[in-house]
Nanobody, 129 residues
Framework: EVQLVESGGGLVQPGGYLRLSCVAS????????MSWFRQAPGKEREGDSL????????FYTDSVKGRFNIFTDNAKNTVFIQMNNLKPEDTAVYCC??????????????????????WGQGIQVTVSS
C-alpha cells in the first residue's frame, strides 16, 4: 500500500525554524518527484508546489525563496522540508506528495496538484508568538 507519512510539525515562534519529514513507501521512490504543498486555515490548498525536488532539480515558489529548502534521502525513502525565518502567514497544514518523472523528466513534470499521484495526510505547522 502506498503511504506518505509526515512528521515534525508543531508550534514555532515567528522567526524560528522547523524541519518536516515525509517517509514514503509502496512505490519506487527514485522514479518520483517529491513535493510539498500547504493549505492555510479557512483557505483552499495552494495549487502549485511550495517547493519540490525533481531528479535533484529544485523548484520553488517566490513566497518561500531564500527561506525554505528541500532535501531527499533516497536510501530512506524520505523527503524533508527545512523552513527558516517562519512567519505567521506560513501557518498551514503541510502535505508531501509524489509525481512520476520518467515520462517528461524533471522540467516537464507537472508539479501542481494535478500532477501528483500520491498524497500524505498532512501535518499542522503553527507560527505564533
Amino acid at each position: 500500500e502506498v503511504q506518505l507519512v509526515e512528521s515534525g510539525g508543531g508550534l514555532v515562534q515567528p522567526g524560528g525554524y522547523l524541519r518536516l519529514s515525509c517517509v514514503a513507501s509502496g512505490f519506487t521512490f527514485e522514479d518520483y518527484a517529491m513535493s510539498w504543498f500547504r493549505q492555510a486555515p479557512g483557505k483552499e490548498r495552494e495549487g502549485d508546489s511550495l517547493i519540490a525536488n525533481s531528479c535533484d532539480r529544485i523548484f520553488y515558489t517566490d513566497s518561500v525563496k531564500g527561506r525554505f529548502n528541500i532535501f531527499t534521502d533516497n536510501a530512506k525513502n524520505t523527503v524533508f522540508i527545512q523552513m527558516n525565518n517562519l512567519k505567521p502567514e506560513d501557518t498551514a497544514v503541510y502535505c508531501c506528495a509524489a509525481a512520476p518523472v520518467w515520462i517528461l523528466g524533471p522540467f516537464g513534470t507537472d508539479l501542481s496538484t494535478n500532477g501528483m499521484n500520491y498524497w500524505g495526510q498532512g501535518i499542522q505547522v503553527t507560527v505564533s508568538s
